[in-house]
């Protein structure tokens, strides 16, 4: 009999890595001439990161600052979902950014789609936020991982558990 391979497709991230980058951003922040009296404050909560500052034009450096520290920690930019930045107390700014995590019910639909229409001999389901895909072929497998991969997600995907 032979036995079946799979792997799983999630979205996530490694929260250590994301609570570093933010502990450097505030570094950075502290020590740079140009930002140190604006009293910007970067604060990683559960699901989002709140920024505060003096200005609009301060806030696109502290962005800046906080995905180059993001990316040398191998942090997919497409973990951060910008919100509306608001009007704090005394002419200063707040943003929250929501962090992604899981694959939606509709994006998992897209992944199983792209792979049922690419490949005939492999299958994806949807386990809750995970797409699980299997096949009898491990080749199959790894095609199907380039098919994925060769396309533009609106998160960042991951492949685990390949077995």
Do not use: C
């Not at 079946?4 to 933010?22: G, K, M, P």
């Amino acid at each position: 009999m032979a036995s079946t391979y799979s792997f799983d497709i999630v979205s996530d991230f490694d929260r250590q890595e994301l609570v570093n980058a933010i502990d450097q951003t505030n570094r950075e922040l502290n020590s740079r001439y140009d930002l140190k009296n604006t009293n910007t404050s970067v604060e990683l909560q559960e699901e989002k990161i709140v920024i505060e500052t003096d200005s609009e034009f301060t806030l696109q450096a502290v962005h800046s600052v906080m995905q180059q520290k993001a990316v040398k920690r191998q942090l997919s930019l497409k973990i951060f979902d910008y919100g509306k930045v608001e009007s704090a107390s005394g002419n200063r700014v707040r943003q929250a950014i929501a962090l992604k995590k899981g694959i939606s019910k509709e994006l998992g639909k897209e992944i199983t789609k792209l792979i049922r229409d690419e490949l005939k001999k492999v299958q994806a389901s949807i386990q809750g936020d995970v797409v699980r895909v299997s096949s009898k072929s491990k080749d199959d497998l790894q095609t199907a991982m380039q098919v994925v991969k060769q396309e533009d997600w609106p998160v960042a995907l991951q492949f685990t558990n390949y077995r």
